[in-house]
Structure formats: structure tokens, C-alpha cells
């Protein structure tokens, strides 16, 4: 055998099994190739290596170039977990070639699109500390192997959330060309640019859809160079340049903005909801501004810029601090001993205040002057609330200054104002003049005076400053507008619609430093309203300090109260802190409710009530637990009784940062036995409203204290829900009324068994509906029972159209009509009366002397109120079975003095024909009307029969005329004997 041909086999065999098994790994390192899958690992892998961040990547190809179809970055590992990227990259291409600069061409890397979203709302969490490391990281030699000569972003869009603000920006390009490391050029532009912004404290959001941008920034070795154009509507346009030139230690930079116009409209909204004093204009242009200089600390830059604001308007309409055009030009020389320069400001008319300043190291000082204004162009500056006070002022032209300075050791300062007339001379009434020193040579030590008046009685101030803090102001103020002095000194507005005149005098003083400054104001409030609500005076006075470092106050004692309103409020022992906005105190006083009911919309509100409690307040929570009692406070004619009080006790909280409150636990009791009890009450002040509800509990005992019943007995229950705004009370209201027994004044009427419900809404009128039964109404003797009708409650009165009863065997038809929110809450009671059983009636009500039989129909009207009977009219009629007992005609007869001139024979003749011997007399018809006129009650009475077998015709007719006081007692007789024979 050949064993070299049988080897050469063999090694034949083998290779073809290597070439076969490489073929067969070519096959699937290929495959694997065109899914792309090792690039993807390898991408991801060096990503994160790189970046020290999770990436995730789409393949898309390497043939000719490299495609990525997506790639994306997260920042955290709860970011991969959410599927949160921090950058998403779409459609990247890397373009490359083989061969030079060390093997890895990189051309250019160009992305389609780029969004870069930022969630750094945790700031508990490490909110993409990858980024910081990076940028953090110092700068190596890049290799130029790796360094693209073109990067290019179609699309980018940035947005960012942090806890207190967020922004976002989009629709812009991107393009970097370089040529090196430190040769570039970058620019970023884009057209209608949708962006927003939002800040939480304080509180703004802006957003705008159509901005323009265009920026290159240039690099060429140590120097940049930048040119901007950025338009964004309805806010700003804006073109410069820039450079900086970097040094190995310093550099020089040099900014100059050919143009810079805000319009009003976009900066307007912004600064409303800063909640800063309104402010607007037309157009405010910068021009030439040029700044420049270098980093090195202490050299100051060189700069000159020019401001002008056209429609400038500062304050509230109609109450302006400032109105009309506007400018300033600044120059500013700088260098590395300090810097000097000088400004000018122009208003409206022209009028100018040149400043100029220098400061140094050690030193400096600035002065600002204006000379011989005319008392237009003065007012034109002043604001408009004080104008009219200014007007008055006797002066042609104003001249002021002001120099401060400054040094090593301590400052000064230096101030005049004032006034000349037309001729010349000097007058002062507008004079300000202020003289200080001071030293800081170990402590600061102010020395100087004070001096200012406006007007001759207008407002007055003198102090002295003294050695180690001591100092005493005293101002006197006289009939001054109260509404700017809030803005000036307190930051805050009057609520719309309030005014007031300010007048009286302050001290401050303060013993040394150290100590507190101690205020004493003696002031008064003068004119005041609010709406339609006004007061003529309050005087305020007390004692207060204030800190020296003016973050805590304390009230020794702090009184206020109203002249023409008897209100007051004393606070004593008040401790204040201002930085964190706690404290509180006690307090007293007395309220006139007619001033909340003014300044409320409920005219009908009145009385008085005192009150005492305390005040805590925590960050501007306000919390005041507070007891009140009153003898007299009402609401249209319902009024707390003569004798009895109200008493009660709430706790107030109040929000000042919502300007929102809530009244809680608000109980109160008039008398023994009635009590009101108010739920939980939201409230705010301007404009007020409030919304609650309430539930009153009565053992009717108030009614007999209102004088409205001689006796009650029985509940009342109220439930109903109220709102009270600008357009005045809105009550929805539940009523349920259960009396087992009432008297009226003077035994006037007895009521048992009155049941009473009905429901609606009061809205400055009533407006409801509900059912009244009455079992037993006694009148004079005479019993009505079972009364029983539908209830209607419209505008001011409680109506019954038509109610049911019996009445002596027979029946009544009745509408009653009660005032309940009319003054003496009058009644109209008109009662119809069919089939009255006249023997019946005499024998309850037992009229003296008389007895009646018969049936009788009959009208009664009666007006009556809390001041007693107003009118009265009654008229009954019978003809049937009508009969009258024979002594009660026989004695009218005589009273007449029928027959007066026959012998006595013949006047028994006659009598018996006329009358009879029966018991009964009887008659054809009988009518009875009565009525009231003024105090006397009038009527006639007529009785009328035919002739017959046994009777002559007999007509007889009775004038009525009784003094109203004397039917009163003889129907409260007849009730008294009515009532001995009752069981109750």
C-alpha cells in the first residue's frame, strides 16, 4: 500500500472538511451580518460604556454606510423599566470610509429626528447623573479618527421637568461642521417654533407657537464668535453679535445687541401673573448696547445701552404710579481700579434726571439731580392718586437731589427736595431734606436729621437719627388718601371699590440697638366705603413694637372704633412673627351688625353684638375661636325679644394666601329655649359670599317674648341651607310647627292643636308651600274646629286661600293672610259662615241677657298686627227660624222708651201684642253689621216681622257705637266665662 498517496488523501479529505465547515460559518457569520444582530450588541455595548447609560438600538444596515432606525438612551434603570427614554433618536446614518486617519473615516452622522425628554420632578432621586459625569468629565485628545466632519439633526425637540418648573422647545435643525477640535462651526435654527414654560412659585406659564431662530456660534482656537436673530410674536425681536476671546488665565468677551423690541402685550401677561404692581406699555426698544470687557474678577466691563418705552403705564387704571412714554441711556466706563459712568432718565415731557457714579474698591458715590420742573411736568410723575393732593400745593417748579456715598469706614447721605413759587422765592410746601452719616468701624453707627413736609398741613415727618441706634420719628398726617400709602408701605392693594382718607399722627422711637422699635399711631379713618357701605370715622390708636431687625412684631395694646357704626376692636398681647408668619393674641370688641349687613347686601340686617376670643396664626392659617353675646340684633321685623340675649360661640379659620374661610361649631341660643346651630361655612371676602347651612330649635317661648302670644306652648323646627353673595341672601328652607296651645295677647283668641310644615326658598321674597290644620280656634265663646287648608308663602306673607272649619254646627270658608317679613307683621283674616246654628252659638258663648234661635249666614273681615286691630267687618243675616227671647226685646223697648207716653194699661197692651208671652220672640229676618272706624267700633243691628194672628209687626233697629278698648274687655269677659265651663 502507499502509505504517502494513502496520507495525501487523507490531508486531501480534511481540508475539504475545513473549507466546507469555514463555508458553512461564513454562511452564518453573514447571516447573522445582514440581521444586523452583532452590530446592535456592539452599538449598545459601546453606548454604554461610553455614556454610563442603558441604550437600546434598531438596526437598520451597514452596507455603504451605517443605519441605526432608532436609538434610545435611558437615563435611570426605572426609566427602561417605564419605557422612559431620556433621548430617542430616529433615523440616524453614520456615513464612513476605510482607510485614513487611522483606519475610520467618519464623514458625516446625520439624524433624523431627536427628542430629549428630562424627567427630573424627584429631587430625592439621582435624576440622570450620567449627564453631569459627562460633562464633568475633563477634556482628552480626541482622537480625529472619530471626529465627523459634518453632524446634522432634522429635528429636535428638548423638554424638561423639574419640581418648581418645566420647559419645552421643538421644531428646531442642527448642524455642526468641523474641521477639528478646535475649529467649528455650529448652527441651530428653526421657523414657527412651538414652546412653553412654567414656573410654580411664583406661578407663570407662557407658551408660543410661531417663533423664528437663528444662531452660529463659530470656534476657531481660543476665540468664539456668535451671531442671533430671534423673533418670537407678540413678545420679542432680537439681532446681535457676540464674541469671547479665551486666555490662559482670562478672557475677554464683547456682547453688542443691534436690536431689542419687547412688545407689551406678550410681557403684560407675564406680569400679571407675577401679581406684582400692574404694569404695561406699547414697545420698549434697546439699541445700542454693547458691553465688554474680560473675566478677570475685579475689572469692571465697559458698556452704553439706550432704553426707550413707548405706552408705559405703572399701577392700577385710574390709579397709576406712573403714565406715558419713558427712557434711559446708561454709559458705563470700567477698568480694574473701579468703574464710572453716568444715566439719564427722560420722561413724557421731557423731563430729565441725569445720574452719575463711580465706585471703587474702598469708595464710591452717586449722584442723581433734576432741575426746575414745572408743576405739570412734577404732577406728570406723580402718581395719580396723589396728584390732585400735589395739585393744591402752592408751587411753579421743583428741583431735587440726591448724593449717596460710600467708604471704607461708613456711608452718607444726602437729600433735597424743593419747591419755588413763579417770582422766585423760596417756599417749602414740598420739602424734603435728609442728612445721614454713619460709621461701620466696628458697629453701624447712623447719625442725622430729617425734615420733610408736603403741603403746609398735608403731611409733616421729623426725626432724629442718634449715636448707637437711638432715633425718634414723629409724622404728622392730614386728610391723605389711605390707598397709595397701602401699596407704598404694605405691598398691598385696597379690594376694589374700597376708599378712605388717612389723618393723625406716628412715633416710632427706638432706645438704642438692640431694641425694639417702639410705634404709637393716634390715627384716624376718615370717609371710608367699601361698595355702598360707608363709615365716617374709625379711630385707631394704640402701642407696638417692631423688632430691630423688623421680622417680629408685638401689640401692647391696638384699638380701633367706628363713630357713626358703634363698632370697636381692641387687640392686647399680640406676639408676631413676620418671616414665618406666626402668632396671635386676644382680642375684644363691639359690632354694629348694620355694617356687615351694608357691606354684605342684607339691608335688613341689624343690632349689635359684642365679642371676645383669640387669634393663632401658622404660615398664614388663621384660626379664631371666638364667644359673642347680643340683646338686640334682628333681620327685617324678626328680632331677638326686649330682655332676652344671644348668646354664641364659632371658630373662624381664614386661608391668606387663598383669601378663602370657613366658620365651624357655630352655635348660639336665644333665651332658654331656642337654639340655632350653623354648620361648617365657607366664606371669602371679596367678593364676599358664603354658603352653609343651619337648624333652629324653639320651645316658642321667644314668641310670647316678642309680645306676639299672651301664651305658647308647643316646637318649632327649622332646617334650611344659605348662601349669601353680592346679590344679597338665598335661603332654602324646611319649616315645622307644632303649638298644643296658644294664647293671644289680651285672651284676644285661645288656639289648640295647630300643626304647621311647609317648605321653599327666600331670595329677598319668599317662594314656598305647605298645609296648616287647626283643631280647636276660640274667639269671644265662640269655638271654631278642625280648620285645615293649603299654605302658600309669597313675597313677604304667609297665605291660606282656603281653609276649612265648623263653627256652631255650621261651616266656615276662610283666607288668612299674615306678614311675616312686613313690619308688626300684619294679618288679613276674612271668614265665610254658612248654616250657624244660633241656639248653638248662644249657648257656647252666652252672650248676657240674650238667646237667639235660628240659622244665619255671615261675613267677617279683620285686619289686624302686632300694634292691635286695624279693621273690622262683620255682617250677618238670618230668615230662618229666627227668634229672640222676649226680656231682651222687651228691655231695648223700654231703653227706647217705646210707648213712654201711654198709661201704663196701654203700654202692657201694646207690649204683649208686640211681643207675646212666649219665651221666644220671633222674626221674620235679622241683620247685623259692624265695623271700625279709627277706635270706635260702629254698627247696626235690625230686627223685622210681619203682622200676624198673634204678633203686630215689630221693626226694630240698634245704632251700635262702642269704644274699641271697651268691646276688647267685654269680649275678654265673655271669653273668661267661656273658659270656666271648659276642660282642658
Known amino acids: 500500500m502507499d502509505r504517502e498517496g494513502s496520507t495525501k488523501s487523507k490531508g486531501k479529505r480534511r481540508r475539504r472538511r475545513l473549507v466546507r465547515v469555514a463555508a458553512a460559518t461564513a454562511v452564518v457569520i453573514v447571516a447573522l451580518l445582514l440581521t444586523g444582530q452583532p452590530q ?26 451605517l443605519r441605526l432606525d432608532s436609538l434610545r438612551i435611558y437615563g435611570r434603570p426605572k426609566d427602561k423599566e417605564s419605557g422612559s427614554p431620556f433621548l430617542v433618536a430616529t433615523g440616524v446614518r453614520v456615513d464612513y470610509r476605510l482607510g485614513g486617519k487611522g483606519g475610520l473615516g467618519l464623514r458625516s452622522i446625520a439624524i433624523e429626528e431627536l427628542a430629549i425628554h428630562m424627567d427630573a420632578t424627584d429631587p430625592e432621586d439621582e435624576n440622570f447623573a450620567f449627564v ?67 414656573l410654580a412659585s411664583p406661578e407663570i406659564s407662557y407658551s408660543v407657537s410661531g417663533a423664528d431662530l437663528r444662531a452660529t456660534f463659530t470656534l476657531a482656537g481660543e476665540s468664539i464668535e ?34 431689542l423690541s419687547l412688545n407689551g402685550v406678550g410681557f403684560a401677561e407675564i406680569a400679571e401673573q407675577l401679581d406684582i404692581v400692574p404694569l404695561s406699555f406699547d414697545e420698549a426698544r434697546l439699541t445700542e448696547c454693547v458691553v465688554t470687557g474680560n473675566f478677570e474678577a475685579g475689572v469692571w466691563p465697559k458698556a452704553h445701552a439706550s432704553l426707550e418705552v413707548a405706552g408705559l403705564s405703572v399701577g392700577d387704571p385710574g390709579n397709576e404710579l406712573y403714565e406715558g412714554d419713558a427712557g434711559v441711556s446708561l454709559s458705563m466706563e470700567g477698568g480694574e481700579t473701579g468703574m464710572q459712568g453716568e444715566a439719564k432718565f427722560t420722561f413724557a415731557q421731557g423731563q430729565e434726571v441725569r445720574v452719575d457714579f463711580a465706585s471703587g474698591a474702598d469708595a464710591g458715590h452717586v449722584t442723581a439731580v433734576f432741575d426746575q420742573w414745572s408743576k405739570e411736568e412734577f404732577l406728570n410723575v406723580v402718581p395719580v392718586a396723589f396728584r390732585a393732593s400735589v395739585a393744591e400745593l402752592g408751587f411753579s417748579s421743583v428741583s431735587g437731589r440726591y448724593e449717596g456715598k460710600w467708604f471704607e469706614s461708613g456711608f452718607g447721605v444726602n437729600i433735597n427736595l424743593r419747591s419755588s413759587t413763579a417770582e422766585g422765592t423760596s417756599i417749602v410746601p414740598l420739602l424734603v431734606a435728609l442728612d445721614a ?18 403741603g403746609d398741613e398735608l403731611i409733616q415727618a421729623t426725626a432724629y437719627y442718634g449715636a448707637e441706634g437711638r432715633y425718634r420719628i414723629d409724622i404728622l398726617i392730614g386728610d391723605v388718601g389711605l390707598g397709595p400709602w397701602v401699596s407704598l408701605l404694605a405691598g398691598q392693594r385696597l379690594p376694589e371699590g374700597a376708599s378712605a382718607t388717612l389723618a393723625g399722627t406716628i412715633q416710632a422711637t427706638s432706645a438704642g440697638e438692640g431694641k425694639p422699635i417702639v410705634i404709637t399711631p393716634d390715627l384716624a379713618l376718615t370717609s371710608l366705603s367699601y361698595g355702598e357701605t360707608s363709615l365716617d370715622r374709625i379711630d385707631v390708636t394704640g402701642r407696638m413694637s417692631v423688632a430691630e431687625d423688623l421680622k417680629s412684631l408685638s401689640v401692647e395694646r391696638l384699638s380701633a372704633e367706628a363713630s357713626d357704626y358703634v363698632t370697636r376692636v381692641v387687640l392686647e398681647g399680640w406676639d408676631y ?37 383669640t387669634v393663632s396664626v401658622d404660615d398664614g392659617k388663621v384660626a379664631v375661636p371666638v364667644s359673642f353675646v347680643s340683646e338686640y340684633i334682628g333681620y327685617g321685623d324678626l328680632a331677638v325679644p326686649y330682655g332676652s340675649e344671644l348668646r354664641g360661640a364659632a371658630t373662624l379659620t381664614y386661608a391668606l ?15 332658654e329655649g331656642t337654639k340655632i346651630t350653623v354648620g361648617d361655612t365657607k366664606f371669602s371676602p371679596s367678593p364676599f359670599h358664603a354658603q352653609g347651612d343651619f337648624v333652629l330649635e324653639s320651645d316658642l317661648q321667644v314668641l ?113 293672610e299674615v306678614g311675616l317679613l312686613e313690619e308688626n307683621v300684619p294679618v288679613l283674616l276674612k271668614v265665610e259662615m254658612t248654616g250657624i246654628d244660633l241656639a248653638v252659638m248662644t249657648d257656647e258663648v252666652k252672650p248676657p241677657k240674650v238667646r237667639l234661635t235660628g240659622f244665619s249666614d ?55 201684642k208686640l211681643l207675646g208671652d212666649a219665651p221666644q220672640r220671633p222674626f221674620d229676618s235679622g241683620t247685623l253689621s259692624v265695623y271700625l272706624t279709627e277706635d270706635t267700633i260702629q254698627g247696626v243691628a235690625e230686627l223685622k216681622s210681619e203682622k200676624t194672628k198673634a204678633y203686630n209687626g215689630l221693626n226694630l233697629t240698634v245704632n251700635l257705637d262702642m269704644d274699641q278698648s271697651a268691646l276688647a274687655e267685654a269680649l275678654r269677659m265673655l271669653e273668661e266665662s267661656a273658659l270656666a265651663e271648659m276642660e282642658f
Do not use: C
Open 437 to 454: 452719616r454713619a460709621s461701620t468701624a466696628g458697629h453701624l453707627s447712623i447719625e442725622g436729621d430729617l425734615e420733610a413736609k408736603l
Open 858 to 912: 255671615g261675613l267677617l273681615e279683620v285686619e289686624y298686627s302686632l300694634e292691635g286691630l286695624q279693621g273690622l267687618y262683620l255682617k250677618v243675616s238670618s230668615a230662618e227660624n229666627l227668634s229672640v227671647n222676649r226680656d231682651f226685646i222687651e228691655e231695648l223697648l223700654q231703653s227706647e222708651g217705646f210707648l213712654s207716653g201711654a198709661g201704663a194699661k196701654v203700654a202692657e197692651k201694646a207690649m204683649a
Open 704 to 816: 310670647v317674648d316678642l309680645d306676639w302670644f299672651q301664651f305658647a306652648e308647643g316646637k318649632a323646627l327649622e332646617k334650611s341651607s344659605f348662601e349669601i353673595s353680592e346679590d344679597g341672601l338665598s335661603v332654602d328652607w324646611h319649616v315645622s310647627f307644632d303649638a298644643s296651645r296658644l294664647v293671644l295677647p289680651e285672651d284676644a283668641a285661645f288656639v289648640s292643636g295647630v300643626e304647621f310644615t311647609a317648605a321653599g326658598t327666600y331670595d329677598g321674597e319668599l317662594n314656598g308651600a305647605g298645609k296648616v290644620f287647626v283643631r280647636e280656634l276660640s274667639v269671644a265663646g265662640g269655638t271654631v274646629h278642625a280648620i285645615e287648608g293649603d299654605a302658600e308663602l309669597r313675597g313677604t306673607r304667609l297665605i291660606v286661600p282656603a281653609a276649612t272649619g265648623r263653627l256652631f254646627e255650621g261651616w266656615t270658608k276662610s283666607r288668612l
Open 226 to 259: 456668535a451671531t442671533f436673530t430671534a423673533r418670537v410674536p407678540e413678545f420679542m425681536d432680537v439681532k446681535g453679535r457676540g464674541s469671547i476671546l479665551l486666555g490662559e488665565e482670562s478672557g475677554e468677551f464683547d456682547l453688542s445687541l443691534e436690536s
Open 577 to 613: 412673627t413676620i418671616e414665618a408668619r406666626r402668632g396671635g393674641g386676644r382680642f375684644e370688641g363691639a359690632l354694629d351688625l348694620g355694617l356687615i349687613g351694608a357691606a354684605s347686601g342684607l339691608a335688613d340686617l341689624y343690632g349689635d353684638v359684642s365679642f371676645e376670643g
Open 657 to 671: 394666601d387663598d383669601s378663602e374661610g370657613v366658620l365651624r361649631d357655630l352655635a348660639m341660643t336665644i333665651g
Open 40 to 65: 446592535r450588541v456592539m452599538v449598545e455595548r459601546i453606548a454604554e460604556h461610553a455614556l454610563g447609560a442603558s441604550v437600546d438600538v434598531e438596526w437598520g444596515g451597514f452596507l455603504g454606510d
Open 132 to 198: 453631569r459625569s459627562l460633562l464633568d468629565a475633563e477634556p482628552g485628545d480626541e482622537d480625529p479618527a472619530y471626529m465627523p466632519e459634518m453632524v446634522s439633526i432634522g429635528t429636535l425637540s428638548v423638554e424638561a421637568d423639574f419640581p418648581d418648573a418645566s420647559f419645552s422647545v421643538g421644531n428646531l435643525r442642527l448642524s455642526v461642521e468641523i474641521e477639528s477640535s478646535d475649529a467649528m462651526k455650529l448652527t441651530i435654527a428653526g421657523e414657527s417654533i412651538p414652546g412653553s414654560y412654567r
